[in-house]
């Protein structure tokens, strides 16, 4: 069974940074892609970033040049770092997994992101 752990949403100013993580509970770590994506109310939900086990990153249009992601496959861990952010940031951010061998998804609860202007 796998499971994940979300932190590091809050309020922050247009124009500054937030870093996000996602701690991956369960085995076989090194097979899953880890992603992050997000949807504000009444919109769909849209991808953020994505990493794959050898450290591919794959961008959402709307945060390309702004948003970056890294892996610690030792902790299990990726950390989606967002900076210049804009009011149209604000969305509820979900962590996903998405298993290479089972082609199984995993969402995590998500973290609500607040961008004042």
């Known amino acids: 069974q796998v499971q994940l752990g979300e932190s590091g949403g809050g309020v922050v100013q247009s124009g500054g940074s937030l870093r996000l993580s996602c701690t991956f509970f369960?085995?076989?770590?090194?097979?899953?892609?880890m992603g992050w994506y997000r949807q504000a109310p009444g919109q769909q939900r849209d991808l953020g970033a994505r990493i794959t086990p050898g450290g591919g990153t794959d961008y959402g249009d709307s945060v390309k040049g702004r948003f970056t992601i890294s892996r610690d496959n030792a902790g299990n861990t990726v950390y989606p770092k967002m900076n210049s952010l804009k009011s149209e940031d604000t969305a509820l951010y979900l962590c996903?997994?998405?298993?290479?061998?089972?082609?199984?998804?995993?969402w995590g609860q998500g973290t609500q992101v607040t961008v004042s202007s």
């Open positions: 369960g085995n076989e770590f090194s097979y899953f892609v």
């Open positions: 996903n997994t998405y298993a290479l061998t089972t082609k199984r998804d995993y």
